[in-house]
């Protein structure tokens, strides 16, 4: 879905996608008009969200490809987020 994604993005030309003559591979890239349409999108979300998404972008850039393909996070604090059930409860 990943590169169905970004190939969709390339057509709006928001993603610029470039293969590699050294070693084959694809590389993807935000174009200007990509950078200038997520700060817009940027300002569409609560800080909360913001501040989570920007978590997520530190830990994928910090990857490799192979260890993003896994589909699982290095340990269920790595983002540092509580888990699930440490929410408050709230009393009826």
């Given at each position: 879905?990943?590169?169905?994604?970004?190939?969709?993005?390339?057509?709006?030309?928001?993603?610029?996608?470039?293969?590699?003559?050294?070693?084959?591979?694809?590389?993807?890239?935000?174009?200007?008009?990509?950078?200038?349409?997520?700060?817009?999108?940027e300002?569409?979300?609560?800080?909360?969200?913001?501040?989570?998404?920007?978590?997520?972008?530190?830990?994928?850039?910090?990857?490799?490809?192979?260890?993003?393909?896994?589909?699982?996070?290095?340990?269920p604090?790595s983002?540092?987020?509580?888990?699930?059930?440490?929410?408050?409860?709230?009393?009826?």
């Amino acid at each position: 879905q990943i590169y169905t994604d970004a190939e969709a993005l390339a057509k709006q030309g928001l993603v610029l996608i470039e293969v590699s003559e050294k070693d084959g591979w694809q590389h993807y890239s935000a174009t200007t008009a990509g950078i200038i349409k997520a700060r817009v999108l940027e300002t569409r979300l609560s800080s909360l969200v913001l501040q989570r998404l920007r978590r997520v972008v530190d830990w994928a850039r910090n990857r490799s490809i192979d260890q993003l393909g896994r589909g699982h996070l290095d340990s269920p604090g790595s983002l540092g987020w509580p888990p699930p059930d440490s929410r408050p409860v709230r009393q009826r």
